[in-house]
């Protein structure tokens, strides 16, 4: 039996004045064959890295292709997608005959002239395999369920956790099930339902967890293979951007029907509930300040690089510094000449910084500031669950009683690493704000005596209202009162 893998892989937001090159990806995860780490998966890498640990056991000869991710950002540069495509495809083609492929892939990435990136790779794969060849795909929740990609797959699976630390669980379900179709265990039928809603899931909240372990708890019986529930990537100008129920059954399409039908309008119920109560900037600074205890995290989602934004807006920052608030600390601020030009002034100068606030509107304005640099250190990482997330060269600088956390590789804030790696011991201080929607939650929720949400004016709006989309297909919710869910496939 012979396998393939390889990841192609980022989320893009089609708005952001980020383009994303080929450097991108050098930058984050820009992997050939024989490259790939041992240790641990490198965002979207879990099968590849899944199916490698167990080859052996499962009597299976895994050939390794080539896994490229960026961080999110703005549409990738066509001729940089095409290349990084064509190699995979390439090895796709020199790897036959295959019994299956492990695609471990964003689902919401997006280049120029490729709305639907995955559906174009699937597309080309499919064509190359042939039928019979088992393609399994393994997407990030915010995707965007495709009717091309879930037709052209055999098994697709979405992590189901928002924070996703379940990267790996999901490979491992994916690896399974797609070993048991090419053993002819199972016979996957799926079906797909488009509840016509645009929103935002943590399943740190009650709610959403609840209904992530109602919807898992379905899976292993009855004939039920696989259960996902797509969030959609609200920041992205593609026509099948939507929330959408994915329900594999074991050769019955009557009964997957059914229930991703009944899960499907149990989701469209949820409507406006899901998401945390977001404050006003100020608000938020004033609650954390009242709280007693510490530290109070506090969420900037509007700049979080997770969904594509620069993460150099300073409107909270800003409010810190004229409140002259004592024992925060916030990070990161993405800004890699401000890390250079810490580096040249060296551990411990204080000199005068211009730093954030460069990208777009967005971003605000700049920061000046006579900064003390209390600390450099150079090719950072910070953990999210079992992957390392690069954060390059590193510097803190305080200004009064606030710490910034300065980075050079693009990320939102994941591990307490991107402050104890510059000394700053997180739960020793007052205020802890973080550019971050969620993923924050899975370090950061546990030593936080309290979690508090804001608003800022980043570019990321939590009011879908106010995204200027032009190719999202209507009528969806929030931006129309009436839709029409259903089976669409
Ligand atoms: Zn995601």
């Known amino acids: 039996m012979r396998l393939f893998s390889a990841t192609i892989a980022t989320e893009t937001n089609t708005f952001s004045p980020l383009p994303t090159s080929l450097d991108a990806y050098k930058e984050s995860v820009f992997l050939r064959p024989g490259e790939h780490p041992t240790d641990a998966p490198r965002m979207c890498t879990a099968p590849l890295f899944v199916a490698r640990q167990r080859a052996a056991d499962e009597g299976f000869t895994l050939i390794e292709g080539s896994c490229f991710a960026a961080s999110p950002a703005g549409t990738t540069n066509r001729a940089d997608y095409e290349f990084m495509r064509d190699e995979i495809l390439a090895q796709l083609k020199a790897a036959l005959p295959l019994d299956g492929v492990l695609f471990g892939l964003h689902g919401a990435m997006v280049a120029h002239g490729y709305d ?43 992590y189901k956790e928002f924070p996703h630390t379940d990267v ?28 016509r ?5 943590p399943t740190t909240l009650p709610l959403m967890r609840a209904f992530v372990d109602k919807t898992a708890a379905m899976e292993g019986k009855n004939g039920v293979l696989s259960v996902s529930i797509g969030h959609c990537f609200p920041y992205a100008d ?26 499907g309008q149990e989701f469209i119920a949820l409507r406006g509930r899901t998401a945390p109560d ?22 900037d989602p509007a700049d979080n690089a ?23 600390v916030l990070g990161p601020i993405w800004d890699p ?21 460069k990208i777009g509107p967005a971003s605000g304005q700049p920061v000046d500031a006579h900064v003390t640099v209390t600390a450099l250190k150079r ?8 992957t390392q997330v690069p954060l390059g060269d590193c510097a803190a600088i305080k200004i009064g009683g606030v710490e910034v956390v300065l980075i050079s590789n693009r990320t939102q804030a994941l591990g307490l690493e991107l402050f104890r790696n510059l000394g700053i011991e997180p739960t020793d201080r007052k205020l802890v704000v973080v550019k971050s929607t969620n993923h924050f939650m899975a370090a950061f929720g546990p030593v936080a005596q309290k979690v508090i949400y804001v608003d800022s004016d980043g570019p990321l709006s939590r009011d879908y209202r106010k995204i200027p989309y032009s190719k999202v297909e209507r009528p969806i919710w929030p931006l129309d009162e009436h839709t029409s869910p259903g089976l669409i496939l």
């Open 116 to 158: 639907d990136v995955e559906g174009d790779v699937l597309e080309r794969a499919r064509a190359i395999v042939g039928p019979d060849c088992v393609i399994g795909v393994e997407l990030d929740p915010h995707c965007h369920l495709t009717i091309k990609r879930v037709q052209l797959a055999d098994i697709t699976i979405l």
């Open 168 to 195: 790996v669980e999901r490979a491992e379900d994916l690896l399974t099930l797609v070993l048991r179709t090419i053993r002819r265990q199972v016979r996957p039928a799926t079906s797909l339902y488009d509840c």
């Open 197 to 201: 809603q645009i929103g935002s899931y």
């Open 238 to 263: 593609v026509p099948e951007l939507t929330g959408r129920i994915l329900v594999i059954t074991d050769d019955d399409k009557a009964k997957a029907d059914r229930l991703a039908s009944e899960i």
């Open 278 to 299: 977001y404050m006003a900037a100020d608000d938020g600074i004033s609650a954390a300040l009242a709280f007693n205890g510490s530290p109070v995290v506090m969420a």
């Open 306 to 328: 997770g969904g594509g934004a620069p993460t150099d807006n300073t409107t909270i920052l800003r409010r810190l510094m004229e409140r002259k608030v004592d024992g925060a």
């Open 337 to 357: 000449i401000a890390v250079r030009l810490c580096f040249d002034a060296g551990l411990g100068a204080g000199f005068p910084l211009r730093f954030g606030g």
């Open 379 to 386: 090719d950072c990482w910070q953990s999210f669950g079992p």
